[in-house]
């Protein structure tokens, strides 16, 4: 069993969800993420998403959008990411790792290359937006191949013959889109979140993770109420843009304590 199954069938065993912050490599600085990951580790994160900055993330809202921009101007790339994820596992970080990226630069990187490189450097799994089930093949192959899970996405609009399709493909965890839109902190969830995820636990057995748009306790509380867990992005990036740089880190840290208590 793999670091993601073995951490939902424990929270499971414990009648707890997963708290799934997301983590821009080379953000705010270029090697911020070195000393945040340890520190939300200990604060209760059970996962984490990596994010891989891309110049055309369209999944992504505005500040997700920026914070890419400004990792890459710090000369992050695919390469440097993965480094950064060994650094991690040299340092102590023992929770799965989830890369998010985007596929031109995996698909550039050498998507076997990148498949065995991931491996090496202790992630966990891949979170592609942009990849398609129909294309997701040759990824998903070499994935497995060194075990490691490909996590689809599934959004309220997505048909039931569509979500069977993508579950088929998926493994891991299916990352369900808790609106229709990009990436952003949000004031209110969907109140048909509860109908969409029992139309997917139709199709799949997988942990079912809401993403887009989480940000508040409230917001962790209910999801932890239909889900197996709750992705945190936009959320993380707005507290360390309001933050001085020398207190992002507890900002960050209180922040991510307040939504472990929910969930």
């Known amino acids: 069993m793999g670091r993601i199954a073995e951490t939902f069938a424990r929270l499971k065993a414990a009648k707890r969800g997963a708290l799934m912050p997301y983590l821009m490599v080379g953000y705010p600085e270029k090697n911020s993420l070195d000393l945040l990951a340890p520190a939300l580790q200990a604060a209760g994160a059970d996962l984490f998403e990596i994010g891989v900055p891309f110049s055309d993330p369209l999944a992504d809202g505005a500040t997700i959008q920026r914070a890419s921009e400004q990792a890459l101007r710090n000369g992050v790339n695919v390469q440097f990411s993965l480094d950064a994820v060994a650094r991690l596992r040299a340092n102590g970080v023992q929770i799965p790792l989830v890369m998010m990226g985007y596929y031109n630069p995996f698909l550039q990187y050498g998507v076997e290359r990148f498949a065995h490189a991931a491996a090496q450097a202790g992630a966990d799994g ?68 509860s109908a969409f995820l029992d139309r997917v636990r139709t199709q799949t057995s997988l942990p079912l993770v809401v993403g887009f748009g989480i940000s508040t306790p409230e917001h962790v509380r209910n999801v932890a109420t239909c889900a197996d867990g709750a992705i945190v992005a936009s959320a993380i990036i707005n507290t360390l843009d309001a933050t001085q740089p020398d207190g992002q880190v507890a900002a960050v840290v209180t922040y991510i304590e307040s939504l472990r208590s929910e969930i």
Do not use: K
Not at 142 to 167: C, E, H, K, S, W
């Open 126 to 193: 891949v979170i592609i937006p942009d990849l398609p089930p129909e294309e997701a093949g040759p990824m998903q192959i070499a994935l497995r191949a060194n075990g490691l899970d490909l996590i689809m996405f599934i959004a309220p609009t997505t048909p039931d013959i569509r979500i069977a399709q993508i579950a088929a493909v998926a493994s891991g965890f299916i990352y369900c889109v808790s609106l229709t839109g990009v990436t952003g902190a949000r004031t209110s969830l969907w109140d048909g979140l």
